[in-house]
């Protein structure tokens, strides 16, 4: 069993930025990809972003390319997610998420999750 916190969420301005993190306890963290999600009223959830736990390789959907960057510290078991020039349409509810194996952008293949961090972006 991991269980996984979420902060750093926030209002910010467009253009701002936050850094969210994760922090997991529980089994050994540092066997487990890790995943960030976004939800935003009235759509589904999304990948932002993962990083595999066998080579750190970083992965992000194309709209956050070259703003958020993940980044984990396995000796404290925290995964981080900077976010630079945020925009309006970065305005979610971000959650972290875990898992051992399987394809990274794809919510099914996680095992555990956050309750989630609000992240609103004003402009």
């Known amino acids: 069993q991991v269980q996984l916190v979420e902060s750093g969420g926030g209002l910010v301005q467009a253009g701002g930025s936050l850094k969210l993190s994760c922090a997991a306890s529980?089994?050994?963290?540092?066997?487990?990809?890790m995943g960030w999600f976004r939800q935003a009223p009235g759509k589904e959830r999304e990948f932002v972003s993962a990083?595999?736990?066998?080579?750190?390789?970083?992965f992000y959907r194309e709209s956050v390319k070259g703003r958020f960057t993940i980044s984990r510290d396995n000796a404290k078991n925290i995964v981080y997610l900077q976010m630079n020039s945020l925009k309006p349409e970065d305005t979610a509810v971000y959650y972290c998420?875990?898992?051992?194996?399987?394809?990274?952008?794809?919510?099914?293949?996680?095992?555990?999750w956050g309750q989630g961090t609000q992240v609103t972006v004003s402009s």
């Open positions: 998420a875990a898992q051992p194996r399987g394809p990274l952008i794809f919510s099914t293949s996680y095992d555990y």
């Open positions: 529980g089994r050994t963290f540092s066997g487990y990809s």
């Open positions: 990083i595999n736990w066998r080579d750190g390789s970083t």
